[in-house]
């Protein structure tokens, strides 16, 4: 008989060999037989738990490998595992007398990535996709003519073109400022010409709530989405003998002017004039209600294809000059004059000896508060007599920037009324800067200012400015892009706010009073 070599069958034939004589001895005995079963039936159960444990511990292993989920315990997922070195490296696969390879026991663990939740901007909820079926736009015809494209030089003069009726200054060619012009291709034409160039993807004003922001009116809401998304009709001169271009667009509604003929139209300027959009966000969350709409859009007449502002053009504007670009005349001097008198505060009639204008007094205290916070110099400072201007700066380029000796002589630009409503003003030309330092803001706007508007000192001190600057901006779809997200937007409104702060604090120290400046 042989012994058995493993640990397992030597145990087994060891019980074996022990209790079957016994077992014989105790059968054969002349003891009862009930305790003879007794002992028999405890003998055999003893055994049968040894033999169900060995079975149990021989297929632990077996089993551990086809447990997987969450109900796998930790500490079996701690355990080292012989086949893989603790240092990292992975030996290779054990090579068996048949040919096969042993692969080794491999576990990988994959660790989800917490998911960053996006920003919850207020009343701008995207509903669930739908299906959209493509739209097969519709190829330019024959008629499209390819007008001559603008050169750099050109394009450089376009924005300082002398326009009838209002003119908004701004040089093309700025420090930084790659070269641009207008696109020569299918689609870019002049005259008569008429090219459809339909819009297959969405709306460029997403509204995703119920209703638009409180502070944009529906004709606003409407106005956006013709700038944004209407099609291109024509190309333009603003005025016979400029190189200024309109985009005429495809609409309803009573004629925008001469230039633009029976359909409305729109000025697209530059992309470094992009701030142009933030001013008109902030005019109507401010409740001023002084600036044109204007939104962001990628023109398919663009050299570069980079998103530009494009601005309603409106013919009810008064008359400009041609030097300061404003519909009255007014030196700083006579500015200055202008406010003690208070000209039709109260619906008090001036006296001719005063010296008014038509324009209320109220104008021009919401005026100095708007161009405060985006520290706008080309209505109040021409010359930049109120700060440290750079060289990319209009007044050093042109230079007005050493005189600033007889201040009082200088003239007012970009004071715009409409034909019809010469109460009140019309803010063109809304360029910001949002790079000048604290310790370089110019206080030169604010100053002769006793008055400051209810509605907009409100919405500074409520706290709420970010949020619906958030949530106005992201309307528009093209500048939310172009600034980088809501990151970029954030910087811009962390310069506005704290400008509302240093604001704030001035009228406080002057002792300013805070009125209520409805349209009177």
Same mark, same amino acid.
């Given at each position: 008989?042989?012994?058995?070599?493993?640990?397992?069958?030597?145990?087994?034939?060891?019980?074996?060999?022990?209790?079957?004589?016994?077992?014989?001895?105790?059968?054969?005995?002349?003891?009862?037989?009930?305790?003879?079963?007794?002992?028999?039936?405890?003998?055999?159960?003893?055994?049968?738990?040894?033999?169900?444990?060995?079975?149990?511990? *021989? #297929?632990?292993?077996? !089993?551990? $490998? @086809?447990?997987? %989920? /969450?109900?796998?315990?930790?500490?079996? +997922?701690?355990?080292?595992?012989?086949?893989?070195?603790?240092?990292?490296?992975?030996?290779?696969?054990?090579?068996?007398?048949?040919?096969?390879?042993?692969?080794?026991?491999?576990?990988?663990?994959?660790?989800?990535?917490?998911?960053?939740?996006?920003?919850?901007?207020?009343?701008?909820?995207?509903?669930?996709?739908?299906?959209?079926?493509?739209? *097969? #736009?519709?190829?330019? !015809?024959? $008629? @499209?003519?390819? %007008? /001559?494209?603008?050169?750099?030089?050109? +394009?450089?003069?376009?924005?300082?073109?002398?326009?009838?009726?209002?003119?908004?200054?701004?040089?093309?060619?700025?420090?930084?400022?790659?070269?641009?012009?207008?696109?020569?291709?299918?689609?870019?034409?002049?005259?008569?010409?008429?090219?459809?160039?339909?819009?297959?993807?969405?709306?460029?004003?997403?509204?995703?709530?119920?209703?638009?922001?409180?502070?944009?009116?529906?004709?606003?809401?409407?106005?956006?989405?013709?700038?944004?998304?209407?099609?291109? +009709?024509?190309?333009?001169?603003?005025?016979?003998?400029?190189?200024?271009?309109?985009?005429?667009?495809?609409?309803?509604?009573?004629?925008?002017?001469?230039?633009?003929?029976?359909?409305?139209?729109?000025?697209?300027?530059?992309?470094?004039?992009?701030?142009?959009?933030?001013?008109?966000?902030?005019?109507?969350?401010?409740?001023?209600?002084?600036?044109?709409?204007?939104?962001?859009?990628?023109?398919?007449?663009?050299?570069?294809?980079?998103?530009?502002?494009?601005?309603?053009?409106?013919?009810?504007?008064?008359?400009?000059?041609?030097?300061?670009?404003?519909?009255?005349?007014?030196?700083?001097?006579?500015?200055?004059?202008?406010?003690?008198?208070?000209?039709?505060?109260?619906?008090?009639?001036?006296?001719?000896?005063?010296?008014?204008?038509?324009?209320?007094?109220?104008?021009?205290?919401?005026?100095?508060?708007?161009?405060?916070?985006?520290?706008?110099?080309?209505?109040?400072?021409?010359?930049?007599?109120?700060?440290?201007?750079?060289?990319?700066?209009?007044?050093?380029?042109?230079?007005?920037?050493?005189?600033?000796?007889?201040?009082?002589?200088?003239?007012?630009?970009?004071?715009?009324?409409?034909?019809?409503?010469?109460?009140?003003?019309?803010?063109?030309?809304?360029?910001?800067?949002?790079?000048?330092?604290?310790?370089?803001?110019?206080?030169?706007?604010?100053?002769?200012?006793?008055?400051?508007?209810?509605?907009?000192?409100?919405?500074?001190?409520?706290?709420?400015?970010?949020?619906?600057?958030?949530?106005?901006?992201?309307?528009?779809?093209?500048?939310?892009?172009?600034?980088?997200?809501?990151?970029?937007?954030?910087?811009?409104?962390?310069?506005?706010?704290?400008?509302?702060?240093?604001?704030?604090?001035?009228?406080?120290?002057?002792?300013?009073?805070?009125?209520?400046?409805?349209?009177?």
């Amino acid at each position: 008989m042989s012994c058995p070599d493993k640990p397992g069958q030597l145990i087994n034939w060891f019980l074996s060999s022990l209790c079957v004589p016994r077992v014989r001895k105790l059968w054969s005995s002349r003891r009862p037989r009930t305790r003879r079963n007794l002992l028999l039936g405890t003998a055999c159960a003893i055994y049968l738990g040894f033999l169900v444990s060995q079975v149990g511990r *021989a #297929s632990a292993p077996h !089993g551990g $490998r @086809a447990r997987k %989920g /969450p109900h796998w315990s930790r500490a079996t +997922a701690e355990a080292p595992f012989p086949e893989i070195p603790l240092d990292g490296t992975l030996a290779p696969p054990e090579s068996q007398g048949n040919g096969t390879t042993l692969q080794p026991n491999v576990v990988y663990i994959t660790l989800r990535s917490k998911r960053s939740k996006p920003a919850s901007i207020r009343g701008t909820v995207k509903p669930k996709r739908r299906k959209k079926y493509a739209v *097969a #736009s519709q190829a330019p !015809g024959p $008629r @499209a003519l390819v %007008g /001559p494209s603008l050169r750099p030089q050109e +394009a450089a003069r376009a924005a300082d073109a002398e326009v009838p009726g209002h003119v908004w200054g701004g040089n093309l060619a700025k420090a930084g400022e790659r070269p641009w012009g207008w696109k020569q291709g299918v689609g870019a034409q002049g005259g008569d010409a008429d090219v459809q160039l339909p819009r297959a993807e969405g709306s460029n004003i997403r509204i995703y709530s119920e209703s638009a922001p409180s502070w944009l009116s529906g004709e606003d809401i409407g106005r956006m989405r013709l700038l944004a998304d209407g099609t291109v +009709a024509g190309l333009q001169p603003a005025w016979p003998r400029s190189r200024a271009r309109l985009l005429v667009l495809q609409g309803t509604g009573r004629p925008a002017g001469p230039a633009c003929g029976p359909s409305p139209c729109g000025l697209l300027k530059q992309p470094l004039d992009m701030s142009e959009v933030f001013a008109f966000h902030l005019d109507r969350i401010l409740g001023l209600n002084r600036t044109l709409p204007s939104v962001s859009r990628k023109s398919e007449f663009i050299q570069d294809g980079r998103p530009c502002p494009f601005i309603l053009w409106d013919s009810s504007l008064s008359p400009t000059s041609n030097e300061t670009h404003s519909s009255v005349k007014l030196t700083w001097g006579t500015y200055q004059q202008l406010l003690k008198q208070k000209c039709w505060q109260n619906g008090r009639v001036p006296k001719p000896e005063w010296g008014c204008t038509e324009i209320h007094h109220h104008e021009w205290s919401k005026m100095a508060l708007f161009d405060f916070l985006l520290q706008i110099y080309n209505r109040l400072d021409i010359n930049c007599c109120g700060f440290r201007p750079r060289k990319e700066d209009a007044c050093v380029q042109s230079g007005r920037r050493p005189k600033c000796d007889n201040q009082d002589a200088v003239a007012l630009a970009h004071i715009v009324q409409r034909k019809q409503d010469p109460r009140h003003l019309v803010f063109i030309d809304n360029k910001g800067f949002f790079d000048r330092s604290e310790d370089n803001l110019n206080f030169k706007l604010l100053e002769g200012i006793k008055e400051f508007p209810e509605s907009a000192v409100s919405v500074l001190k409520s706290q709420h400015l970010r949020q619906k600057l958030l949530q106005s901006l992201f309307l528009d779809k093209v500048y939310w892009e172009s600034q980088g997200g809501r990151q970029g937007i954030e910087k811009l409104i962390d310069v506005v706010e704290q400008r509302a702060k240093v604001l704030l604090t001035y009228i406080t120290a002057h002792g300013a009073k805070v009125l209520p400046m409805n349209d009177e």
